[in-house]
């Protein structure tokens, strides 16, 4: 009996280590003209030690958020780029048609995610404010 618990007890610490600690909080979805995906913005946070990005995922138009967006991520470099009142980057969306969309971000926001093409979705860039 004791083995057993010990066992249950090792289960669910490596279920719970295994959590994800970070939060996503939506800012905006952006249907596409057919209506059948979505860009999502949102903020994405992992803890005091990491701050706030703002990311973008690609989904079917009924999906949810969830991780890190599978098309966009930024920062706003140590305040080099501006952001809003909690400190995500500024994401203008654009759909050019069903399988384009234009994604517009400030010049000194630090990228470290910004895909291409992402399920079938071309994905264009531009710049905003002074680099």
Known sequence: MLLRLGGLALLVLSVVACADP?????????PSPDGEAKLVVFGRECGATTGFS???SI??????????GNVFVADSD????????VG???L???????????LTHHAK?????????VKGI????????PG
Request: hydrophobic share 35%.
């Open 78 to 85: 140590h305040g080099a780029a501006p952001t809003d009142k």
């Open 122 to 129: 071309a994905i264009q860039y531009a710049t905003s404010g």
């Open 59 to 68: 989904m079917p138009w009924w999906g949810k958020v969830t991780g890190i």
């Open 92 to 102: 203008h969306v654009r759909w050019l048609s069903n399988n384009v969309v234009e």
């Open 22 to 30: 970070c939060e996503n909080t939506t800012v905006e979805e952006f």
């Open 88 to 90: 995500r980057v500024e």
């Open 109 to 117: 926001a630090r990228i470290s995610k910004a895909e291409r093409n």
């Open 54 to 56: 703002t990311q973008a």
